[in-house]
């Protein structure tokens, strides 16, 4: 059974960092992309970044480009989102995600999902 569990969400200024983990478990981590997606009250859920091995590819959305970056430890079996310079607009409840293999930035090309972690930022 694949398990999802995020951590690292919090209350923060503007300006200011967080990192965000999440620990999968049930899966063979390695081959894996990895996702990080968000979402705001009234608002469709957002891609973040995603990383893939296998494929060898990194990206992060325009929005969060130059100031969060995901990166992942297979031997921990963990994906991280470093959040630098956050705004206001980052606000929201952020997820991971995992698929096999593939490579997708909207949520509907991902299998399994943690349960979120809320992160606010405030001015």
């Known amino acids: 059974q694949v398990q999802m569990v995020e951590s690292g969400g919090g209350l923060v200024q503007t300006g200011g960092s967080l990192r965000l983990s999440c620990a999968a478990s049930g899966l063979t981590f390695s081959l894996y992309t990895m996702a990080w997606f968000r979402q705001a009250p009234g608002r469709e859920r957002e891609f973040v970044g995603a990383n893939s091995p296998i494929l060898n590819i990194t990206d992060h959305a325009d929005s969060v480009k130059g100031r969060f970056t995901i990166s992942r430890d297979n031997a921990k079996n963990t994906v991280y989102l470093q959040m630098n310079s956050l705004k206001l607009e980052d606000t929201a409840l952020y997820y991971c995600?995992?698929?096999?293999?593939?490579?997708?930035?909207?949520?509907?090309?991902?299998?399994?999902w943690g349960q979120g972690t809320q992160v606010t930022v405030s001015s």
């Open positions: 995600a995992a698929v096999k293999g593939g490579w997708s930035a909207i949520a509907s090309g991902y299998n399994y």
